[in-house]
């Protein structure tokens, strides 16, 4: 499944911070007000990226301009110990809450609705930190940093110094994450064999590259131009590096399959979440984290089959008709200049911005996702990076509306648009996955319609593409919270024309080690779709299309219902 990639590698804020308030007249308080709610979102925004080595270099090209100097390269930790994180999150949520709506300017109101969500979400999830898993088969620490690494930006002698200390921690980082999944052992959380199995052969796949890992070759490539780097001193580098990859990386990955080779067997669920003791619990809060949705988890299975539905019966009329799809060979530049020309029609002008197309290493192409979008600084948005998985994108249609998903009008050009928007800072490091692959997707299901195909073929590939993902979500349903075995999930699949007993266990492989992950693109899809049907049915003809995709862009990533609540006041004011 395509994706957007940025480091979120620490679970929760871990922050504290004081904030003075001063009585004043009310003419005299709006601003005071506005000024003080937006120091501290600034301050929180830099205490919280400065802890994340990753997470800093990929936010921010240059932080030193944030006054953020002299960090000690990490990759920060994991921990089953929320103490420290849960009086910092109850502190900050308050510090939130101390704020009068009526005293903050409407962006100001709209950064605290979303930053109020997330840390009550957050606080929320802490009950439920042991059943986190930082080693998930599709997104992974195991799998994140080798790519993270190979685009770490290296423009100066300290960002190479930095990206080589770096490194040197990796071990720490993996032992950290080691301890964790022993405590999950302990108290009976380990995940299943078949899991655990995809983690340790995603770390063979790292360690197989021997002296041939990319990290060598990439990290050449960026030094050997560096104009403040004589010969000499370039050589020590490169050798330096090709040491710790070929040593010190390859040491941790060692250590982590061994790690999890002994822990086989402590994992007593071989099944969905919902085998745990609050397994169906937790899953309900992480569908919720994952989609930004307000929906229980039977609401979300019967949008899903209503929208399931409503695909077939407009397929059902063409189906005797020519289905095959044929489009003229053309490279991945010139089908996102394509897209990035035709969508104008219907979404706001994109801001400037270059894009390169690289190509996920052949060694890799087996343990990462068919393409993702590597999201730039957002001190410098211009220059950006979608990754593409030859092995899992077989054809021209295929790439086509991969290229739509992450890039235009998809992850480039709403990250891009939501940035030129100058919004808050602490925007920019809350996650919310189903607004953003929610968004992704919806754009990828237009893109059918841009493609130089017919409509009739449009239609039909599209509604087919939008099925398949429903299926995948209703699995993730069955599975995690329904309680599925293997052969409920062939049964299922079986009633829809998949009944290949070796494609369905994968499938449910694969849902097995990322529970909700699918439901972040389709439930995010499905309320898109839901706000756009509303306004349509509210405006008539005076809907415009462009003006709804505008209102959503510039919300930016938030629950839903926040979203929905921008959509109302766009409507209400006449759609200004």
């Known amino acids: 499944m395509p994706k957007s990639y940025k480091s979120f590698l620490a679970s929760f804020f871990v922050l504290t911070f004081a904030l003075l308030f001063t009585g004043c007249a009310k003419?005299?308080?709006?601003?005071?007000?506005?000024?003080?709610?937006?120091?501290?979102?600034?301050?929180?925004?830099?205490?919280?990226i400065a802890g994340n080595t990753i997470s800093l270099?990929?936010?921010?090209?240059?932080?030193e301009a944030y006054g953020i100097e002299s960090v000690v390269p990490t990759f920060g930790t994991i921990s089953a110990d929320h103490t420290e994180s849960g009086m910092a999150l109850e502190n900050t949520l308050a510090a939130v809450k101390r704020f009068d709506d009526t005293t903050l300017s409407e962006d100001n109101q709209l950064t605290k609705a979303v930053l109020k969500e997330y840390l009550e979400d957050s606080l929320h999830g802490l009950q439920y930190t042991l059943y986190q898993e930082p080693l998930s088969t599709v997104n992974g620490v195991q799998s994140q940093i080798p790519v993270l690494l190979s685009e770490f930006r290296m423009e100066s002698k300290e960002d190479v110094e930095m990206y080589l200390e770096l490194m040197d921690t990796l071990p720490a980082y993996f032992q950290s994450v080691i301890a964790f999944e022993k405590e999950k052992a302990e108290a009976g959380l380990f995940m299943s064999d078949a899991v655990a199995k995809q983690v340790i052969a995603q770390c063979q796949a790292f360690l197989d590259m021997g002296n041939s890992n990319y990290l060598i070759s990439t990290f050449v490539d960026k030094v050997?131009?560096?104009?403040?780097?004589?010969?000499?001193?370039?050589?020590?580098?490169?050798?330096?590096?090709?040491?710790?990859?070929?040593?010190?990386?390859?040491?941790?990955y060692k250590n982590l399959k061994h790690s999890m080779e002994a822990l086989m067997g402590k994992g007593g669920n071989n099944a969905g979440l919902c085998y745990f003791p609050e397994g169906q619990q937790y899953?309900?809060?992480?569908?919720?984290?994952?989609?930004?949705?307000?929906?229980?988890?039977?609401?979300?299975?019967?949008?899903?089959?209503?929208?399931?539905?409503?695909?077939?019966?407009?397929?059902?009329?063409?189906?005797?008709?020519e289905t095959a799809v044929q489009i003229s060979e053309s490279n991945a530049i010139s089908m996102l200049n394509d897209l990035q020309e035709k969508s104008g029609n219907a979404f706001p002008q994109s801001p400037d911005s270059n894009a390169q197309i690289k190509y996920v290493p052949?060694?890799?192409?087996s343990v990462l996702s068919p393409a993702f979008y590597m999201i730039p600084p957002i001190d410098n948005i211009s220059e950006n990076v979608i990754y593409i998985n030859q092995s899992q994108v077989q054809n021209q249609l295929s790439l086509y509306t991969t290229l739509a998903h992450e890039g235009y009008p998809g992850h480039l050009?709403?990250?891009?648009?939501?940035a030129s928007q100058d919004p808050d800072e602490i925007r920019s490091i809350l996650d919310y996955g189903g607004y953003t692959e929610g968004w992704a997707t919806y754009a990828e299901m237009m893109s059918y319609y841009l493609a130089?195909?017919?409509?009739?073929?449009?239609?039909?590939?599209?509604?087919?593409a939008s099925i398949i993902l429903g299926l995948y979500a209703l699995a993730d349903i069955g599975i995690h919270y329904d309680g599925w075995q293997r052969e409920d999930?062939?049964?299922?699949?079986?009633?829809?024309?998949?009944?290949?007993?070796?494609?369905v266990s994968e499938i449910y492989d694969l849902i097995l080690g990322d529970p909700g992950n699918y439901l972040k693109y389709y439930i995010g899809y499905l309320e898109i779709l839901s706000i756009k049907k509303d306004a349509m049915q509210r405006l008539g003809k005076t809907f415009s299309q462009k003006a709804f995709h505008e209102v959503v862009l510039r919300t930016g990533p938030a629950p839903f219902e926040i979203v929905r609540g921008q959509v109302d006041q766009w409507i209400i004011s006449g759609q200004e």
């Not at 270099?57 to 932080?63: A, E, F, G, I, K």
């Not at 000499?232 to 010190?248: L, M, P, Q, S």
């Not at 130089?452 to 087919?464: F, G």
């Open 27 to 48: 003419s005299e308080k709006l601003s005071t007000q506005n000024r003080q709610f937006e120091e501290m979102t600034y301050n929180l925004f830099c205490q919280e």
């Open 57 to 63: 270099h990929y936010t921010l090209q240059n932080p």
């Open 224 to 252: 050997k131009n560096m104009e403040e780097l004589d010969g000499g001193a370039r050589d020590i580098y490169i050798e330096e590096n090709a040491k710790a990859v070929t040593e010190t990386m390859t040491g941790a």
């Open 283 to 321: 899953y309900s809060y992480l569908a919720t984290r994952q989609t930004g949705s307000d929906h229980t988890i039977l609401e979300l299975k019967a949008m899903t089959k209503a929208q399931i539905l409503d695909d077939l019966t407009a397929m059902e009329g063409e189906l005797g008709l």
């Open 362 to 365: 052949e060694s890799m192409e």
């Open 413 to 418: 050009y709403q990250t891009t648009y939501f």
């Open 452 to 464: 130089p195909i017919t409509d009739t073929q449009a239609m039909l590939c599209q509604k087919n």
């Open 489 to 503: 999930a062939l049964k299922f699949f079986m009633a829809y024309g998949i009944g290949d007993e070796n494609v």
